[in-house]
């Protein structure tokens, strides 16, 4: 497809710029621990003992610590995903350089597609394919999740690991309709902000700024999937595991800036971390 195919609005031109343009440390660094790489956030118990140990060794166990956070968080996420055959095909909606479409497929082992508006991301994961001799399997394209191009009822499941505040939530549901068979799933894990504290606090307008993104309210996600026939099994408030990750995160090397605006969000009831799955019918 060609990039006017791809990206349609000045909005999304901008949103593919700064994903094809970001080498930030937090993604790069904590990817390299292991060749898994996230743009997502973790989630669980910290391990406080690698703030205490040695000067010398204790970035590196930060950065090992905050990337295994993340790695779980992902792991959570498939757990939803329900049974899933190895001749099964899934989709990775916005899949950054394709971390948690790696370990579905070492998971599933079925085919998984991952689509992004980011033409490096797409390359970047297309390689770690190659390099880990998946791709019949795994494959990235340059595609916009409003219109995959992918075929009407091919996919058992779908996920969204971060990347609804980047789109018109009805819009994507309507497309993930069509690609979902009968029973099939989608996983959202997103931040969301609260209806109950009555529209978008400070905090939560600070990550949509440092984002260029807009976080929904928790109640625009449940009218999307009603109207789309999807039709939740789990939802799960993610809020107070996630919390430790930010504080860890607060404290090491790879800090961005934005820690302080998501712990203030999170701890004043602003913003969920939210996951939700939900079943085509
Ligand atoms: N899900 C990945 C990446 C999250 S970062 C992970 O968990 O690691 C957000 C991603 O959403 C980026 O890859 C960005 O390119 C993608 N994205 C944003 N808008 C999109 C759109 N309209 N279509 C496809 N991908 C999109």
Not at 114 to 139: M, W, Y
Request: charged fraction near 25%; glycine fraction near 8%.
């Amino acid at each position: 497809m060609t990039t006017s195919d791809v990206l349609r609005t000045d909005y999304q031109r901008s949103i593919a710029k700064y994903w094809d343009e970001e080498r930030d440390p937090v993604n790069l660094r904590l990817g390299d621990v292991d060749g898994f790489y996230h743009h997502h956030y973790g989630i669980g118990e910290v391990d406080v003992s690698v703030l205490a140990g040695p000067e010398d060794a204790r970035d590196e166990r930060i950065i090992a610590e905050l990337h295994r956070l993340e790695s779980a968080q992902a792991s959570l996420l498939l757990d939803h995903l329900g049974p899933v055959a190895s001749t099964d095909s899934l989709l990775d909606a916005g899949s950054g350089r394709g971390g948690t479409s790696f370990l579905a497929h070492q998971r599933f082992g079925c085919r998984v597609d991952g689509v992004s508006i980011s033409q490096t991301q797409v390359e970047f994961a297309n390689a770690q394919a190659a390099k880990r001799e998946v791709a019949s399997k795994v494959r990235f394209h340059f595609r916009n999740m409003l219109e995959t191009g992918l075929a009407t009822g091919s996919r058992q499941g779908i996920w969204t690991n971060e990347t609804t505040m980047y789109v018109d939530v009805f819009e994507l549901y309507n497309e993930f309709a069509r690609l979902l068979r009968f029973g099939g799933r989608y996983v959202n894990i997103t931040g969301c902000y609260n209806d109950l504290t009555g529209g978008r606090s400070k905090a939560v307008s600070q990550i949509d700024e440092r984002y260029t993104c807009s976080v929904h309210p928790r109640s625009r996600y449940f009218k999307a999937l009603a109207e789309n026939n999807l039709v939740p099994i789990a939802v799960v408030d993610l809020t107070a595991q996630t919390i430790p990750y930010w504080e860890l995160r607060a404290r090491s090397s790879v800090a961005t800036g934005v820690e302080e605006s998501f712990l203030a969000a999170y701890r004043e009831g602003s913003f969920h971390y939210l996951l939700i799955a939900a079943d085509k019918v």
